[in-house]
């Protein structure tokens, strides 16, 4: 029997990067253990169960081996040449008829967590010539990274610096559930634990007792969407007690006085009543924040997707700024990563350009995914008529997704790269599958620069690709190259000559014939911050398997400041023209229900439902009701409800629970398998389950950067 091959390298199905350990036989193809890897600086042997769900997808047998083209109603399968060429030729005709912009891509959550994609797809996108993009970022973190760029000039947020903090107020995320976001700290349950024993605090803000809730100091429930009340009623607080301290960036901030008075119209007795936070509480958590040796105050989805999104990013940051815990230890600061080699970088665009139908603005050069739908069917020129979809499942990720469904069926062409025949790839004319990703090396760029340490850490492949699948950059720069009149190596060539002149670097000659993402990433490693004494390369990361611990994070500022004013900028004027929204919101009231959604430890958005270890148990997909609601609505447990909004109508079984406050209600997203043309055996069996995004509305979208307000729709229920 062969030697097993024991490969070190991290989990990448989440920010939280934990260091794995695996082993293989590679000759055989077979993974045989995954374990945490105690030797990983960052998560010290930690893992979640979905690890071992790495092995999972692997080896499940409805995972896609061969490429596969459409005939009629179904699919046939076809060599990688074939497929690579009919996509090539579907969108190229698309281009031809009616130019470039009626193409589309859309790039779903797991790009962000593969170098090669993170490389690749850049050259595919200029190769189709489109500025039509779309990504989960827009459903997920636009607001943060808009807020970050208006304030910083930088559209990587600052991270809490959970290891040396002494109070940490989390509002609308959930770490324990969701292992962190915008954040990469694996094993968030030790650093809250370690926070507690050194005298620290944890405080939640949630319309439901999570999880974290309930390992925290103190929780309070707040009406969905009044978290900018909050943030402006504490700051109100911190101003009329004096306790305003910009600390070291005092002259380095402008617009204190604009946040003064805007503040003043938010008094905590004012919004007391609309949020649902007493005002004595309100003021009490005020004063703990600034009485605090160091604070943090850190948000994720509750704060993100929902309609004043980037206003409460941005106010989250002013809260860490006026207290003196920005840019400071166990405040929020930035991460230094081993691939960068500038301090100022390029301030990503805003509103250069807008979308046709709904004038949403592009951001850095994308457009929010809740106009996509509306992009494909509304008639008129510059209609988006060609789709390539790269792992991404909209069809149960995007609001109002019955709408987008119909959307996409109209398209004249589509291709996916997907692991699946999913419910978004089934309406493809060509899927192209890939290696998953134990079968390729990786480099975390996103996670590295949102990480509690600095860090970097190269992860070696731990198995060769099973059935000669492509890995995902091969893909991306195959088609770029059919779509290019190029080979792959000529594209790559070109890349690698750039990428070496804009980072000032000689190439070594011994490298030239390395085709694929490592060879860029030693470019970027050989320019960046860590090479100035001796040389940072990817030989440094291939002698230390497990990671290299580059520090506690320090502090970058003023040097990263990089707004047009080249200071931190405390009230950019395009949020405070959103809020007067806010004041609007103030006056309105509804005794409708809302909605917000929720994670489950073993799942991972709408991809892991197909695997038995990790899926099998209980319906995860239930409406939970407060039981004083349920009773009012005569429902109970197990029942049937209906829930209805604007745009469409599902159907749930109830689940009574206490820890929703009252007149919120909440519904997963990433279910609905039930369609029979999807080859996903195991997901329809064990979670099926319903897909909300039907009743998520397409306009319910964060004021100013159209990102999709998955939370707080108001929603009818009522029995079956
Ligand atoms: N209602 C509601 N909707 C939400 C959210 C919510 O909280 N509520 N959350 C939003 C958030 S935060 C996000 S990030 C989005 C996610 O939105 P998406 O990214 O659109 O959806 P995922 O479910 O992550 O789908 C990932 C796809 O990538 C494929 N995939 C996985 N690994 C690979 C690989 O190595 N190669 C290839 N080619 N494909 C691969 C999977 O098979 C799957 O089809 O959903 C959003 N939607
Ligand atoms: N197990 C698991 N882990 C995951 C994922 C997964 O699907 N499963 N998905 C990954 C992805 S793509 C992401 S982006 C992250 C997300 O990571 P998190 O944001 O930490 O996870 P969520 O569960 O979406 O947490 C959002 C919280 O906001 C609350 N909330 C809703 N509306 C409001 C509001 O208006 N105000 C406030 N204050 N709170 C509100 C919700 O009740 C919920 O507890 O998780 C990642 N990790
Ligand atoms: S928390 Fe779980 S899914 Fe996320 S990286 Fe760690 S092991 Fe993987
Ligand atoms: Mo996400």
Redesign the pocket.
């Known amino acids: 029997m062969a030697k097993p091959l024991t490969t070190y390298r991290s989990c990448n199905l ?2 939280a990067h934990c260091g794995i350990t695996v082993t293989s036989d590679p000759e055989e193809g077979i993974i045989e253990t995954i374990r945490g890897d105690i030797k990983d600086p960052m998560s010290k042997g930690y893992i ?1 169960p ?1 690890a071992y769900g790495l092995k999972g997808i692997y080896e499940d047998l409805d995972r896609l081996r061969t490429p596969l083209i459409r005939r009629g109603n179904s699919f046939e399968e076809a060599s990688y040449e074939d497929a690579l060429d009919l996509a090539a030729s579907g969108l190229m005709e698309v281009k031809r008829n009616f130019g470039a912009n009626a193409i589309s891509t859309y790039l779903g ?1 797991p790009n962000i967590h593969d170098f090669g994609s993170m490389i690749y797809h850049p050259p595919l996108q200029r190769a189709l010539g489109t500025k039509w993009r779309f990504s ?1 970022t827009s459903i ?2 636009l607001p943060k990274s808009l807020s970050t760029s208006l304030m910083f000039g930088t559209s990587t947020p600052a991270v809490p610096d959970i290891d040396r903090t002494d109070f940490f107020l989390i ?5 324990i ?5 915008l954040v990469t700290a694996p094993d968030f349950k030790r650093r809250i634990e370690s926070l507690q024993k050194r005298g620290g605090k944890l405080i939640v ?4 007792r ?1 999880e ?1 809730a309930d390992i925290a100091d103190m929780h309070f429930h ?6 900018a009340f909050l943030l402006l009623a504490i700051l109100n607080t911190l101003f009329a007690e004096d306790r305003i301290n910009l600390g070291r960036l005092k002259n380095h901030v402008c617009g204190l006085e604009t946040i003064e008075n805007l503040s003043r119209e938010f008094p905590p007795d004012k919004v007391a009543s609309a949020i649902g936070l007493s005002e004595f509480e309100i003021k009490d958590l005020a004063r703990r924040f600034s009485k605090a040796r160091s604070a943090v105050c850190y ?5 993100t ?2 309609r004043f999104g980037t206003i409460t990013s941005w106010l989250i940051d002013v809260l860490n700024l006026v207290t003196a815990n920005f840019d400071e230890f166990g405040g929020s600061m930035f991460a230094k990563t081993a691939h960068e080699n500038t301090e100022r970088q390029r301030p990503p665009a805003f509103g250069r350009w807008r979308s046709r139908v709904s004038q949403l603005p592009e951001f850095a050069g994308e457009l929010p995914l809740a106009t996509l739908a509306e992009e494909i069917d509304t008639p008129g020129e510059g209609r988006v008529r060609a789709l390539l979809t790269i792992a991404g499942n909209p069809l149960l990720s995007a609001p109002n997704s019955a709408r987008l469904q119909e959307a996409i069926k109209s398209l004249d062409f589509m291709v996916s790269v997907d692991l699946y025949l999913n419910e978004t790839t089934q309406h493809a004319n060509v899927i192209l599958p890939t290696t998953t990703s134990l079968e390729r090396s990786n480099y975390g760029f996103v996670a590295h620069g949102q990480s509690t340490r600095n860090f970097a850490k190269l992860c070696m492949e731990s198995i060769p690709a099973q059935d000669n699948l492509l890995h995902p950059w091969q893909v991306a720069l195959e088609l770029g190259a059919r779509l290019r009149g190029q080979t792959p190596e000529e594209i790559d060539e070109e890349m690698f000559t750039q990428l070496c002149r804009s980072r000032n670097i000689k190439p070594d000659p011994d490298k030239t014939n390395l085709i694929g993402p490592e060879r860029h990433l030693d470019i970027f490693l050989r320019s960046g911050f860590y090479s100035s004494a001796e040389p940072f390369t990817l030989e440094t990361l291939k002698a230390n398997p497990h990671g290299v611990d580059l520090g506690a994070l320090m502090r970058r500022l003023p040097e990263m400041i990089a707004t047009s004013s080249a200071k931190i900028e405390l009230a950019p004027d395009i949020l405070l023209k959103d809020c007067d929204q806010l004041r609007e919101r103030l006056k309105s009231s509804s005794d409708r229900f809302v909605l ?10 709408s991809w892991f439902h197909n695997i038995r270890s990790l899926a099998k148990g209980p319906q995860r997909c239930t409406l939970q009701v407060h039981p004083e609601d349920a009773r009012a609505l005569k429902l109970t447990n197990g029942d049937l409800a209906i829930i209805e909004s604007r745009v469409g109508k599902v159907k749930a079984p109830v689940e009574l629970t206490e820890k929703l406050m009252r007149g919120v209600v ?1 519904l997963p997203h ?1 279910y609905g398998h039930g369609e029979t043309s999807t080859k996903l055996s195991g997901a329809k069996v064990f979670q099926s389950g319903t897909n909300v995004n039907v009743i998520s509305d397409d306009k319910w979208r964060d004021l100013t950067s159209g990102n999709a307000a998955f ?2 729709i108001f929603v009818s229920i009522s029995a079956q």
């Open positions: 989440c920010e979640c979905k959550n989960a997920d973190n509002i609308g995320a959930n770490p559930v969701s292992n962190g976001s803000i949630d319309p439901r999570t974290t707040i009406r969905p969407g009044g978290d948000g994720r989805m509750g704060t997707a929902q917000i959604g929720r994670r489950h430890l073993r799942s991972n958005n909440s990433g939370n707080g």
